[in-house]
């Protein structure tokens, strides 16, 4: 049985302008893209969606996507869940993405180390459905740096943390053969403070990890084929990172203009995730949310949400790919849903035409993925991860937002969301 989206307007994402047509799927690739509104010739039992009004689109990719963070109210908070719940939860959080249109999901750390591995290897077995899912353990973070929980008078078990700290090339050495051991896809490190956590850490300026720390982790994952992604604001270390050779580099509102022609040098193996709709959440959401925040703190948001403009206006200029997605769960402020906020948020701030925040969350994502030549674009052979919304998403992009206007999603031919609004057409006969 073959399935037929009729007379939709098609988004390709080939970087083309949208365009009037079918798409046919059967099992779970797309076996003809058919530009008219005619339907191409179908056999009895096929079934036909008359997409008249209708946007289909590929389904996209969370670069930057914490599912074990479940709305966090602090930085504790993900400890005090037991692993056997924190696993469902993010299994919960996994298949809200799915069903918002997020088919592919990058992991940038999970909660406890393997969270993100086995909802990714139930998913992969057809035990649940879910998104596809590339798997990361704990950051590896220095002492004194973000995810480091402990004080000198208290320490939490090495397990139930969203980090592990280690000090020394062969700490991280150990830390990263461990993680795959967990059968992890991804290597989270933590090479640069974070905002303004009062006492506790680095701030976001400054590169906490020493080279030869990042040397050792990127050898284990070049020995096991394991990505690395690294949690980076500073200037210097998105240098480092170049240097080293990291693939996803996550934040980098920092990087100077040295920084940026680096960048610019590996645009084609190199992947910018800004995950700006943390602070951008804290600062508009504070007063809802009832964080009695100081006028200095809310300044300082401020002030990060410029220079992550400037930065990611500039690099996007350049043709470094920058992506959509980041830290949403990971307070309460960006919950765990409102994922496509990022969509709208480059757009007005990034300087994206819709069409090109479309094209970095679903064909650059596929990359990001590794999945490119198979996923991120709607074209005859690629697999059927799809999505379709009502109305036109160039016109409005926040269109991504409202859960009412996405009408399906389809991953890997099968539907997992489908409104009770998309009526089957009439069958159409064979043709000749
Ligand atoms: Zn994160």
Known sequence: MRLHFRNASIIDASGALP???????????????????????????????????????????????????????????????????????????????????????????????????????????????????????????????????????????????????????????????????????????????DRDWGHMHADDTVTVITERELAAVMEVANARRLTVATHCSSSAGVKMCVRQGVPVIFHAPHADSEARDMLESVKDRVFVVPGAGFPIGMFRRHNEFRLGWTKEKLKSLEREIEIFSDCMTDLHKRGVRVLPGGDYGAFITSPMGENAKDLELFVDLFGFTPMEVIVAATRHGADLMQLGGETGQIKQGYLADMMLLDGDPLADIRIFQDPGRILAVMKDGKFAKRSGALSSAAPIRKTG
């Open 19 to 193: 365009f009037r047509g079918t798409v046919t799927v059967e099992g779970n690739r797309i076996i003809a893209v058919t530009p008219s509104p005619a339907v191409a010739a179908s056999q009895p039992d096929d079934e036909v969606i008359d997409c008249t009004g209708f946007t289909l689109l590929p389904g996209m990719t969370e670069a930057h996507c914490h599912i074990s963070f479940n709305n966090l109210t602090s930085i504790y908070s993900a400890v005090e869940i037991q692993p056997e719940d924190h696993s469902l939860i993010a299994l919960a959080n996994a298949q809200l993405l799915l069903r918002r249109g997020w088919t592919s999901l990058f992991s940038a750390a999970s909660a406890k180390p393997r969270v993100d591995v086995a909802v990714r290897d139930a998913i992969n077995k057809g035990l649940f459905e879910g998104p596809r899912m590339r798997a990361a353990g704990q950051e590896m973070t220095p002492t004194g740096n973000l995810g480091d929980l402990d004080t000198t008078y208290m320490t939490f078990p090495r397990t139930l943390r969203f980090s592990v700290a280690c000090d020394g090339a062969d700490e991280f050495t150990k830390a990263a053969r461990l993680a795959a051991r967990d059968g992890v896809d991804t290597l989270k490190v933590n090479v640069s403070g």
